[in-house]
């Protein structure tokens, strides 16, 4: 990887307001502010984004889940009770903005005069809403969560263990996804905009971004009636395809066609297996996996992970270890890549944007700010009376 860092970063120039708590809206406004573009984050007076209290653990005076997604923005502490705060923050909207990001409770930004109105006065604005259950249908005034859309979408049907209570995703795939689903509509509005000098207002939602996780089990579903099972690690329409306790640890084995297959009943030392007409197609094998399964896990639990990783990658079978955290971290392609990224005074080391150009990943430019750090800067003598939790 190339440890120059680009001169001119993708959005350099652009300003965009973040209306935005949690994790969604923020983590993609954070991915507009490692892109380059100017990111005013807009923040109660009294305690800001409820996210800096998420914790323990804390870190540099706020919790760690805020500040690993509040990177490369300014933060402005605004009380929108304030008439004259708020008619302050509708001005630099509309005379600076290029992009606003909001995903508060249903309806507030309407009742604000935050909401895509402000476009009348501003028609190159780019308007995203990142809402709870999407814009329309009965549902669409309700909040949301991402462990609550990894249930209502579906998700955690299918995730976990056949037989065991329901598992929800580690990572928040939600929150996350449908910020970075929001991201992706907004650069598809720039284009756009460049073409005709237009902006727009782009909606897209947690539920939605549910549905789209489930692209793959409903089409499963449509195919053949049939809701999907709890699988475990495995793939429910590959076998063999899934975690093996070997003597020491576990090591996810992925044969996902028949050479594949193949390959791996000769590193396990059964060959025949490959002929056996349980196991002959993948369709075989997965209707008998079960059976295959047990076969699989007699044999790697034989030897260690390591020993295994060794004889398998040989064979050209793809595996990997279940690695912990500390382990990711450490790992020799984790640092070749430089991802975990230190901010320019050192206080902070973060997930770095998984995005390069010619070479070059977007550099660390500021450390996330501490509530309200921006506001004399943004808005210098607006009115921000303090008042209650807005959001």
């Given at each position: ?55 323990p653990p804390f870190w540099h005076d706020a919790a760690a889940a805020f500040q690993c997604l509040n990177r490369d923005k300014q933060s402005i502490a605004v009380d929108l ?73 579906g998700i955690m049907s299918i995730t976990g263990e056949e037989g065991r209570p329901p598992v929800r995703v580690g990572p928040s795939i939600i929150d996350m996804a449908a ?87 000769q590193a396990l030392g059964k060959a025949e297996w490959a002929d056996d007409p349980r196991f002959k197609t993948n369709g075989d094998r997965v209707v008998n996996r079960a ?101």
């Amino acid at each position: 990887m190339n440890q120059r860092h680009p001169s001119h970063l993708p959005l350099s120039g652009l300003v965009a307001f973040e209306l935005g708590h949690s994790v969604a809206a923020p983590y993609g406004a954070q991915i507009l502010g490692e892109l380059g573009a100017r990111v005013i984050k807009v923040e109660n007076p009294e305690g800001g984004d409820d996210a800096r209290k998420w914790g323990p653990p804390f870190w540099h005076d706020a919790a760690a889940a805020f500040q690993c997604l509040n990177r490369d923005k300014q933060s402005i502490a605004v009380d929108l009770k304030d008439p004259s705060a708020l008619a302050t923050l509708r001005r630099l909207i509309v005379e600076q903005a290029d992009i606003v990001l909001q995903n508060m409770r249903p309806g507030r930004v309407e009742k604000l005069g935050l909401d895509a109105s402000l476009r009348r006065d501003n028609p190159r604005l780019i308007y995203c809403n990142l809402g709870a259950f999407g814009k329309v249908g009965p549902m669409n005034q309700r909040p949301g969560y991402d462990p609550l859309m990894q249930a209502f979408g579906g998700i955690m049907s299918i995730t976990g263990e056949e037989g065991r209570p329901p598992v929800r995703v580690g990572p928040s795939i939600i929150d996350m996804a449908a910020g970075m689903w929001s991201v992706i509509g907004i650069l598809a509005a720039l284009n756009r905009r460049a073409a005709t000098g237009e902006g727009c207002e782009v909606d897209t939602s947690l539920f939605e971004t549910a549905l789209a996780w489930m692209t793959v089990p409903s089409a499963l579903y449509a195919a053949s009636g049939e809701c999907q099972r709890r699988t475990g690690s495995e793939a429910a329409m590959l076998a063999p395809y899934k975690a093996y306790k070997a003597k020491d640890d576990y090591i996810v084995i992925a044969a996902g066609n028949d050479n594949l297959f193949r390959r791996l009943t000769q590193a396990l030392g059964k060959a025949e297996w490959a002929d056996d007409p349980r196991f002959k197609t993948n369709g075989d094998r997965v209707v008998n996996r079960a059976t295959l399964n047990d076969m699989v896990d007699q044999v790697v639990g034989t030897a260690t992970r390591a020993q295994w990783v060794e004889r398998l990658e040989k064979a050209g079978v793809p595996c990997a270890p279940i690695q912990a955290v500390d382990e990711m971290l450490a790992h020799p392609q984790t640092r070749a890549l430089d991802m975990v990224q230190r901010s320019p005074d050192g206080r902070f080391a973060v997930m770095g944007l998984p995005l390069s150009f010619d070479g070059m990943r977007p550099p660390f430019r500021a450390s996330p700010p501490a509530l309200g750090q921006h506001t004399e800067e943004v808005m210098g003598g607006a009115p921000r009376r303090a008042a209650g939790n807005e959001d």
